[in-house]
């Protein structure tokens, strides 16, 4: 797309201002989780194994606990993974944070119901990663997701490592985008060329 607007010997500046527009164009501004004035928020974080999601959710519960002052309980769905609750349970330790494993889209709710008591205003569920190509896992993901009570407000957000291949990015957002509504967050960012570029990730 660039290319139907280059001009003739552009100058780097040019053509660097270009394809920032269209990106910008493309995957427009990043949006930062915002808390619900009427309804408890609840983010899931969905993707592949290894991306990030656990890490990612632990800093954006410190986030929001540590700088922005607000109550924030951490939910795991991912009894697939061995050790993985423990890790989220030392992160939610170190936050002084609530940490609850759930195995059902029943169970997550009625345990919602329970932090809902707490007046929690975020909470973050962590979910199992799997290939895209798992449709048993898949479609665990989405009962658990889409089963959630309407007494809360709900986002899902489809984590993926920057270091991935383009080809396979684009393969896991088209697939993912079958079942399930989400935004796109990106972790890794310091393992790629992006690390050079001079940018707020708040």
Do not use: W
Request: proline share 3%; hydrophobic share 35%.
């Amino acid at each position: 797309e660039v290319e139907k607007v280059m001009k003739k010997g552009a100058s780097v500046d040019y053509i660097l201002s270009s394809i920032y527009q269209k990106m910008i164009l493309k995957f427009g501004q990043p949006q930062p989780i915002k808390l619900s004035e009427h309804k408890p928020k609840v983010v899931f974080f969905i993707g592949p194994t290894g991306v990030g999601k656990t890490t990612t959710i632990a800093k954006i519960a410190s986030r929001f606990k540590v700088e922005k002052g607000k109550k924030v309980a951490l939910f795991t769905a991912d009894t697939y993974r061995i050790a993985a609750a423990e890790q989220l349970r030392t992160y939610a330790n170190i936050l002084d944070t609530p940490l609850n494993i759930v195995y059902s889209p029943k169970e997550l709710n009625e345990e919602l119901t329970k932090a809902q008591e707490e007046e929690f205003d975020l909470v973050l569920v962590d979910t199992a990663g799997f290939s895209h190509k798992n449709e048993e896992q898949r479609d665990e993901t989405r009962e658990l997701i889409d089963q959630l009570s309407d007494e809360f407000e709900k986002e899902v957000y489809l984590v993926l490592s920057a270091t991935t291949k383009y080809r396979d990015l684009l393969e896991i957002a088209d697939m993912y985008k079958e079942n399930f509504q989400f935004k796109m967050l990106f972790t890794k960012l310091d393992e790629t060329a992006f690390s050079t570029c001079d940018c707020d990730y708040s």
